[in-house]
C-alpha cells in the first residue's frame, strides 16, 4: 500500500483517502493532527462484532471496555487497554461508524517512545475530504474491501511527497 495524492495505490487500484489535518511529519508528536512519514506495517484489525460480521479470520472483536492509552507516560502507551483505565485513552466502541472496522498500525508499537504519537489506524471517514487525527481514513466500500485484501505484515508507504506527487 503506497499512499500517492490520488490516494491509497493498492492491488492495482487506487482508493480515495484522507489523512490528517496537520498533513504528513517525519517528527510525530502526540496531538499533533499529522500522519507520520514512513514505512509502517498493518500488525492487527479490529471490528465491531454488533455492528458486523469479521472480515477476515484474523480480525479481533472490540468489546465495550475495549481503549487505546494515548497516556504518554504510562507503561501501556499506544496499546490495546480494557477499561477501567485510570490513563489518558481513546474509546475504540464508539457511537459513530468511525472505529467500526480498524486496520491498526506499527507506528510507534511496540515499544513506544513516549510523545511519539498513538493510534495510527486506517479506518472509516465521516466523509470525503475531512481530516482525521493522524489516521488514513477511506470510505467503508473501500476500508471493507482493503481489509478483506491484507493479512499482517502488510506494508504501508507513506512517502514525504505523497501529497505532491
Partial sequence: MVLTRQGLRFAGRRLPC??????????????????????HEIVGMLYRPDRMTPPVDWAEPI??????????????????????????????????????????T???????EPGRGSAIFLHQWRRPGYPTEGCIAFSRKNLHWLAGQIAPGTRLIVPPLALAQ
Fill in 18 to 39: 484522507t489523512i490528517g489535518r496537520g498533513g504528513l511529519t517525519r517528527n510525530k508528536a502526540e496531538g499533533d493532527g499529522a500522519t507520520p512519514i514512513g514505512c
Fill in 106 to 112: 506499527d507506528w510507534n508499537w511496540p515499544n513506544a
Fill in 63 to 104: 468489546g465495550p471496555g475495549d481503549l487505546w492509552s494515548d497516556a504518554s507516560g504510562a507503561i501501556d502507551y499506544n496499546h490495546h487497554v480494557r477499561a477501567p483505565y485510570a490513563g489518558s485513552h481513546e474509546a475504540l466502541r464508539r457511537a459513530d461508524p468511525l472505529y467500526d472496522l480498524i486496520l491498526v
